[in-house]
């Protein structure tokens, strides 16, 4: 497996809360879910949490005999292990989505915690691999986030009472699961293999990316492997940048923030 990969912070303001890696047997990408500048009871913050699941991501998932869950819920262990010190039972703790593809003896693996999608460019066409759970809660929070324009107090304030409220039930039976402090989110992850026979390519993103398709309607998938394979992973995320820019202050496409950090892992056999 041949991965190549970019990723961008969404902004100035901003560090980048993405993570991606890629190996010749792995591609994985971390969505770090926004703070929205609320308290998190971690002193290292997002980048550093993203960073370091990832990091034992990959050692974990070295072994192609492990479980991917196995694998996810061994790596969330040890990220825990590595700050005691910080409250981890905060509702607010650093939380990531996860997107794991794998190759292994001819055959693709593939995990999703929340919504980070997996695309696979096949014989029958395009795959989307996703967990949508997390747009199944809170509609009315969501729907009052969008109601406002980008930048304004009216947002910033929509949208820290939506991250308060995902926080309650993120991780529990009525809500989402995500990556966090806890190494049973693992098991509700999505997983499930695919003959890597007849596959071409598949893309690894965050929704910063795959929004170009799925919210704003700009692309289809099959534009976007087109963009992949002439000028790759960076010219993807030019194609969204260059898209949001007609809309700064989200009135045509209502969203969280004007331009969120986007990543793409592509692989190619
Ligand atoms: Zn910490």
Redesign the pocket.
């Known amino acids: 497996m041949r991965v190549c990969f970019d990723t961008q912070g969404g902004g100035t303001a901003n560090p980048n809360e993405d993570w991606v890696a890629g190996s010749p047997t792995l591609a994985i990408v971390l969505d770090g879910l926004s703070t929205a500048g609320l308290s ?6 997002v980048p ?2 993203v960073a370091n699941l990832g990091g034992h991501l990959l050692a974990a998932l070295a072994d192609l005999d492990r479980p991917l869950t196995e694998g996810l819920a061994d790596a969330l262990d040890r990220v825990a292990a ?2 005691p ?2 409250d ?1 039972s905060d509702p607010g703790t ?1 939380s990531a989505t996860v997107a794991i593809l794998r190759h292994k003896h001819g055959v693709l693996e593939h995990l999703v915690l929340a919504d980070s999608p997996i695309v696979l460019d096949g014989p029958e066409g395009y795959t989307v691999i996703s967990d949508l759970r997390v747009d199944d809660v809170l509609p009315e929070l969501r729907a009052e986030v969008e109601s406002h324009q980008t930048h304004t107090s009216g947002h910033r304030e929509a949208l820290q009472r939506l991250v308060l409220a995902q926080r309650q039930v993120r991780n529990t039976p009525e809500g989402y699961w995500v990556a966090a402090s806890r190494p049973e989110a693992a098991q509700h992850a999505l997983t499930g293999t695919t003959p890597l026979r007849g596959i071409r390519s598949a893309a690894v993103m965050s929704d910063g990316v795959s929004r170009l398709v799925t919210e704003y309607g700009m692309a289809t998938w099959s534009d976007v492997f087109a963009t992949l394979q002439t000028g790759g992973p960076s010219e993807l995320i030019e194609t969204v940048r260059k898209t949001e820019a007609t809309d700064p202050t989200g009135i045509r496409w209502p969203r969280y923030k004007s331009g969120d950090d986007a990543t793409v892992a592509y692989c190619q056999w």
Not at 40 to 45: D, I, L, N, V
């Open positions: 998190t009871g971690c002193r290292h913050g550093w949490y590595t700050h010190e910080c981890l650093p």
